[in-house]
């Protein structure tokens, strides 16, 4: 127990992977009176084995490191609040015709909303993540994030929806590394970690489909509807738009002389509108309820590189900024995949700007 | 006990092993290592330490040396008492009817949901007051023909409540009823005087006496039968197969004898300790309550509940402020699910998840009360200023 530690108590979310497990040892390193806490996140009854963030070999690994590094470890379970925000909020974006990103909600609300209120609670004044990521200071006393210096790891996007109060009492200490350092690292330190595959599958998916997690969880939304093309005439039959992705090409189960795209999902009349490649995407799109960062809204439009969802590509645009958390943005080139209900988060250089999600 | 900079204030979870107990145990991890179950000399002298622990331990529980089964713990001894005497009665007396206290340490309570799920016995469950007291006549107003057992725990593991064991035990009696009691809780601080008490079975475990971990007693009043859970070689009468633990057995023993012995100078030291705490808890913390009975509850044992406080960061924040306590049902995985003692006492769910349970033992001092007393309002105080919001 490390009580001669003259720095600030720090709470490290840990998950017994690599990244976090560094995180803990390199704050420990600095002198930090460190405290390790594992989330215990909701699971299917029946798939907790599978789930990936929280299952018990994991949990007992993240103990293993944390004895190691000779500082307690809690585990706190969030199964409620994770499947009243998380889970509740993934199944009515799909019932209402859009692609969440469960993963945003979870870092807002669990991990910075529960999880750092625990650490608060027991005297902490930070909570360190395993995310490649950065947080700094500016000169006007705003924390502004940065983009991980690995930037093949960088993970800033799922961070976009933190605001300037959880950023203050954010760390995030293997962003200032490269991923190969902080493996490096985890052999320095003798960490037990396992060598596990970096997967961007939702955790309670327990690595399956989303759709046949859906069709257990709230069968009422896949309802038969027709396909259609731009023309509004009939091209067969959908069994429920919840199994389309924007720009998808495959399994429409229609034929035609052209190969067809998933243009838009209209969860109005319960149609799927199909088309050419040609006619599939936009350079223009709404988002709403946009966090910007630094707490307050540009007072005119901005050029910035934007991200149209965790693994796209970023392209440059510009951004209107309205009242009440809305914007407009127009990007410099047509993407064909922009998806409803996904995050489009903006960077300006190595800073987060903030993000908004799509809309229809 | 304090160990670094912590202070150890659960002794219902466990207790050191007392360095007499240790003493006595060495001996018999080397150089007297035989199996009682040898012909030979080596075996000879091991089944004669197991067989004098035997009867050290039936003179403390006032019953015979053949009453007395070890186990390898408390645990162990509750699902041999229920299991095997619940199966006992159905083939005997196609006795189906499973009568237990809705405070049973889940040893008992899991143990007989199981009879009742996979082998058509019937479970009920007895009324408690709200300090978690079972009442002799609720006891006899629900017992038939076709009882097959009635299981009362002793004194409560969450709440420290006892219970009016001699008086439930008199009511089984009349009617001819096997009653079975944990006191794993009990071992150092009341009497087991199984006559005394009208117990047929009942579990002991002896880590919660300063004894080692990983060993446990059954006592079986003679002529009652139960069906062994573990089968195998014929140790302890046929009932309980495997080799015997003879160096824990024999701590076991030790231990009991010491706790006993000392038992009366220990209870009013305690008893003043824990007062002193349960005082100064309800004085200087707004919204706090005392759970469990006021004055029929273990020496040791204080328990709370404090409103807007999560008893899991409860116990964090403590832990990182050097106090080593329980919620009462603590367990490492954080389960934020209310105690069902403590709902069975009436609480509501909001309120039975802000439990806290402070145990002392052998080596707690005035000084660890007054610091305890010093820190916890604070504590408190800061997580109620920052209880979770969901946003």
């Known amino acids: ?360 | 006990m304090k160990s670094g900079n912590l202070i150890y204030l659960d002794y219902a979870a466990t207790a050191p092993v007392d360095a007499r107990v240790q003493a006595k145990m060495l001996p018999f991890f080397g150089l007297d290592f035989g199996n009682p179950s040898s012909v030979h000399q080596f075996g000879q002298a091991a089944e004669a330490a197991l067989e004098d622990a035997r009867e050290r331990i039936a003179g403390w529980l006032n019953c015979t040396p053949e009453e007395i089964l070890f186990t390898s713990c408390g645990s162990e001894s509750d699902n041999l008492a229920i299991r095997g005497l619940a199966f006992a009665q159905l083939r005997s007396a196609q006795a189906n009817h499973l009568l237990i206290s809705p405070v049973e340490h889940h040893a008992v309570s899991r143990t007989a949901e199981q009879l009742a799920r996979n082998y058509d016995f019937e479970l009920e469950y007895l009324p408690v007051d709200r300090f978690g007291r079972v009442s002799p006549d609720e006891v006899r107003r629900r017992l038939r023909p076709e009882t097959a057992l009635v299981s009362v725990i002793f004194a409560n593991n969450e709440i420290g409540t006892i219970n009016p064991i001699s008086e439930i035990g008199e009511v089984c009696r009349e009617a001819g009823v096997y009653f079975h009691t944990d006191a794993v809780q009990a071992g150092a601080h009341l009497s087991l005087d199984t006559r005394e008490l009208n117990v047929d079975l009942m579990s002991l475990g002896a880590h919660k006496f300063y004894g080692p971990k990983g060993v446990g007693a059954l006592f079986v009043r003679k002529g009652t039968a139960i069906i062994p859970q573990q089968t195998g070689g014929s140790q302890e009468y046929g009932l309980r197969a495997g080799t015997q633990n003879v160096p824990l057995i024999v701590g076991m023993a030790e231990a009991l004898e010491i706790a006993q012995h000392e038992r009366a100078q220990a209870v009013e030291k305690l008893t003043e300790l824990r007062n002193q705490l349960v005082k100064g808890v309800l004085a200087t913390i707004p919204g706090a309550a005392l759970t469990g009975h006021p004055e029929f509850r273990l020496s040791n044992h204080a328990s709370f509940v404090f409103s807007g406080v999560d008893g899991n960061a409860l116990l964090m924040a403590l832990d990182l402020a050097g106090f080593a306590c329980s919620s009462g049902s603590a367990c490492k995985t954080g389960n934020p699910e209310p105690s069902e003692v403590l709902l069975a006492l009436g609480l509501e769910p909001d309120l039975a998840t802000s439990s806290l349970r402070v145990t002392l033992g052998r080596w707690t001092e005035q000084e660890h009360i007054l610091s305890f007393l010093q820190t916890l309002p604070e504590i408190i105080h800061r997580q109620r200023q920052n209880a979770v919001v969901i946003q």
């Open chain 1, 1 to 360: 127990m490390n009580y001669s530690a003259s720095k600030p108590r720090v709470v490290v979310a840990m998950s017994g992977g690599v990244d976090s497990s560094v995180a803990a040892a390199l704050l420990v390193d600095q002198g930090y009176d460190v405290v390790g806490m594992m989330l215990r996140l909701w699971s299917e009854p029946g798939k907790q084995a599978a789930n990936r963030c929280c299952t018990p070999e994991s949990m007992a690994l993240a103990r293993k490191v944390a004895a190691r590094l000779g500082i307690p470890f809690y585990a706190i379970d969030v199964k409620k609040p994770f499947y009243d925000v998380v889970v509740t909020q993934f199944i009515q974006g799909y019932a209402s015709g859009i692609t969440p990103n469960p993963c945003l909600y979870c870092n807002r609300s669990i991990r910075f909303g529960v999880l750092l209120q625990q650490a608060l609670s027991i005297g902490a004044s930070y909570l360190a993540t395993g995310h490649y990521a950065r947080v700094v200071q500016g000169e006007n006393g705003k924390f502004k994030l940065l983009r991980g210096k690995d930037p093949l790891k960088d993970q800033a996007y799922v961070l976009s929806a933190l605001n300037q109060n959880q950023l203050a009492q954010a760390m995030f200490p293997v962003g200032e590394y490269q991923k190969t350092k902080i493996r490096e690292l985890a052999t320095q330190y003798d960490l037990p970690v396992a060598n596990r595959m970096d997967s961007q599958d939702l955790c309670f998916l327990a690595g399956e489909d989303y759709r046949d997690f859906l069709i257990r969880n709230a069968p009422e939304i896949f309802r038969e509807g027709e396909i259609v093309n731009l023309q509004g005439e009939s091209l067969g039959k959908h069994q429920g738009l919840v199994n389309y992705t924007i720009g998808q090409r495959k399994g429409l189960g229609v034929s035609s002389s052209q190969p067809l795209y998933v243009l838009e999902k209209d969860i109005q009349t319960n149609r799927l509108v199909v088309g050419e490649r040609s006619s599939l995407g936009r350079s223009s799109f709404a988002v709403a309820q946009v966090n910007w960062i630094r707490g307050e809204a540009p007072t005119g439009p901005i050029t910035a590189s934007i991200k149209i969802r965790y693994q796209a590509r970023e392209v440059a645009g510009t951004i209107h900024p309205f009242a009440d958390h809305q914007a407009r943005i127009e990007l410099d080139t047509v993407l064909r995949d922009i998806t409803p209900g996904q995050v489009a988060v903006f960077y300006q250089d190595e800073e987060v700007l903030g993000g908004g999600i799509i809309c229809n």
